[in-house]
């Protein structure tokens, strides 16, 4: 593998780690992981904005005040709001869309929010200003201002921590029941955009005919996630949008069947696998009529094979390959 020890990344974030949430993005950080593991130098200013204009600015003017610009080759922002911390910029610029930049945000009322049109148009705003654009899933693109030029890379799965192992010892080290069929809700409940109450109609209708619950793994380490999805006989994704669901490509990884809506890249990533269910519909019937062909014969599916291209490995390679092209070269 290359080694790319000259090349001095400042990656920009409104989404990291903290204290309060150690498992926050925990797909982000596998990614810096990954692009160090290669060798590149990639130092990481993260902050919140809250949706508070006077947020921005104070981080705007620390991030000038931490770092000497100058010193890196170029600038990443994650999601599009990061952008504006970048701006105006003199280096080359990328920015990584992942979903609700561009797809907008859903209110406690499950409505797009006015908060999410502004978002859409800052992400436009920052989307023309950038060397290079990455988008975790073609479908987002649409939403791009007009001959603004793009890449599509989704992000990636740690194929040392989600790998198939016995449901049975899964199970044990999780203290769940080894009888019941068990269905896997991997999001927080309490996020509109999910729409859990969809999960729970579905597995409700599925109570006629099966010994079933609905396990919910949301504010789990991040380390016990491959767990639950080991335990489990099916992940339930329910959403109203997606960017491309990283739990997909995890269930997938760990050869655990998916029933989802389609939404984000799930129709591309389940297409073909059999043992997957893409809903027509989002009706807790069809869902549940999704659930019920996986449970009736609990297998485990050839999901593993599915993602060895997401390799977060090789994904990172495919980003460095992007820093190249905005530094004006390949390498």
Excluded at 43 to 57: A, D, E, M, T
Aim: with cysteine.
């Amino acid at each position: 593998m290359d080694n790319h020890s000259n090349l001095r990344v400042l990656l920009i974030t409104s989404e990291w780690p903290t204290r309060e949430k150690p498992a926050w993005v925990p797909f982000l950080v596998l990614q810096v992981k990954c692009l160090r593991a290669a060798g590149v130098d990639v130092q990481v200013f993260s902050f919140r904005g809250k949706k508070n204009p006077l947020n921005y600015i104070k981080a705007w003017l620390k991030l000038r005040r931490v770092y000497d610009l100058k010193q890196f080759d170029l600038l990443h922002a994650q999601f599009a709001q990061s952008g504006l911390l970048a701006l105006p910029v003199r280096l080359p610029l990328i920015v990584t869309f992942h979903g609700d930049d561009l797809l907008r945000i859903v209110g406690s009322d499950g409505r797009y929010t006015f908060a999410g049109k502004v978002l859409r148009l800052v992400s436009q705003f920052v989307a023309r200003r950038a060397s290079e654009v990455i988008l975790v899933s073609g479908h987002m693109a649409k939403y791009l201002p007009p001959r603004v030029s793009f890449h599509v890379i989704p992000g990636g799965v740690d194929p040392d921590v989600f790998h198939p192992i016995p449901q049975s010892e899964a199970r044990a080290r999780l203290g769940l029941p080894l009888d019941k069929r068990l269905v896997l809700f991997a999001a927080n409940p309490k996020e509109t955009r999910k729409r859990f109450d969809l999960a729970q109609k579905a597995v409700e209708l599925l109570k006629k005919e099966f010994d079933v619950e609905l396990i919910v793994a949301t504010g789990v380490a991040h380390n016990l996630v491959p767990l639950y999805m080991n335990a489990c006989d099916a992940l339930v994704l329910t959403s109203m949008h997606e960017g491309s669901p990283t739990v997909v490509k995890e269930a997938l990884a760990c050869n655990l069947p998916v029933v989802s809506v389609d939404v984000g890249d799930v129709r591309e990533r389940i297409s073909g696998i059999e043992g997957c269910v893409l809903c027509e519909d989002d009706s807790p019937e069809t869902i549940a009529q999704g659930l019920a062909q996986v449970l009736c014969t609990r297998n485990r599916i050839p999901g593993q094979d599915a993602v060895t291209d997401l390799d977060e490995r090789l994904v990172a390679q495919r980003v460095i390959k992007v820093y190249y092209s905005a530094l004006g070269g390949e390498k």
